[in-house]
T-cell receptor, first 114, second 113 residues
Framework: AQSVTQLGSHVSVSEGALVLLRCNYS??????LFWYVQYPNQGLQLLLK??????LVKGINGFEAEFKKSETSFHLTKPSAHMSDAAEYFC????????????FGKGTLLTVNP | SQTIHQWPATLVQPVGSPLSLECTVE??????LYWYRQAAGRGLQLLFY??????ISSEVPQNLSASRPQDRQFILSSKKLLLSDSGFYLC????????????FGDGTRLSIL
């Protein structure tokens, strides 16, 4: 069965510091992976996706993620945090099956301190 | 471009009252449609999905139902709301391809009194 684990339900960084949000997955078939961001009282917005090809994926707002098959990981990074990055982040997995349902991690709340 | 609309944005309902939340998609045809609920600190729970008009699959037994009367319209309903139905409800659409993401509406905050 497929699963997504996000290590750390809450991550706090200082403005200008590196952002690292961790995501590990379990899938019996080659995975397709997504990162979403959710601001308070809003829907989820796609940050980036990995399907096939280049393992380092660049997304919006300066975020990127690297797919590492050997580590079953898809960690999200940003070199320098901005106050506007404060939000909840979800990692999601599509590992096949019917109707392209996504398996979501439980989310990581990112706080950015001035 | 494709857009997804959900309404209302917020809703306060008494226990035992009915519910109808609506979601519509524009700019695409025959999308897969999804209803999620997000409770505080509990991530996203898939409630229903639909691959076509009149085709509804339920993920968890509950007090809610869904319908898809038109290709790009998805409705979440209840005959009698429970306190436990409170939460943030999100509608999403996806293309019928595994490598495509789901796209979410802005959500409905439902409070049951």
């Amino acid at each position: 069965a497929q699963s997504v684990t996000q290590l750390g339900s809450h991550v706090s960084v200082s403005e200008g510091a590196l952002v690292l949000l961790r995501c590990n997955y379990s899938s019996s078939v080659p995975p397709y992976l997504f990162w979403y961001v959710q601001y308070p009282n809003q829907g989820l917005q796609l940050l980036l996706k990995y399907t096939t090809g280049a393992t380092l994926v660049k997304g919006i707002n300066g975020f990127e993620a690297e797919f590492k098959k050997s580590e079953t990981s898809f960690h999200l990074t940003k070199p320098s945090a901005h106050m506007s990055d404060a939000a909840e982040y979800f990692c999601a997995l599509n590992s096949g099956g019917s109707n392209y349902k996504l398996t979501f991690g439980k989310g990581t709340l990112l706080t950015v301190n001035p | 471009s494709q857009t997804i609309h959900q309404w209302p944005a917020t809703l306060v309902q008494p226990v035992g009252s009915p519910l109808s939340l609506e979601c519509t998609v524009e700019g695409t045809s025959n999308p897969n449609l999804y209803w999620y609920r997000q409770a505080a600190g509990r991530g996203l729970q898939l409630l229903f999905y639909s691959v076509g008009i009149g085709q509804i699959s339920s993920e968890v037994p509950q007090n809610l139902s869904a319908s898809r009367p038109q290709d790009r319209q998805f409705i979440l309903s209840s005959k009698k709301l429970l306190l436990s139905d409170s939460g943030f409800y999100l509608c999403a659409w996806g293309a019928d391809r595994r490598n495509q993401p789901q796209h979410f509406g802005d959500g409905t905050r439902l409070s049951i009194l």
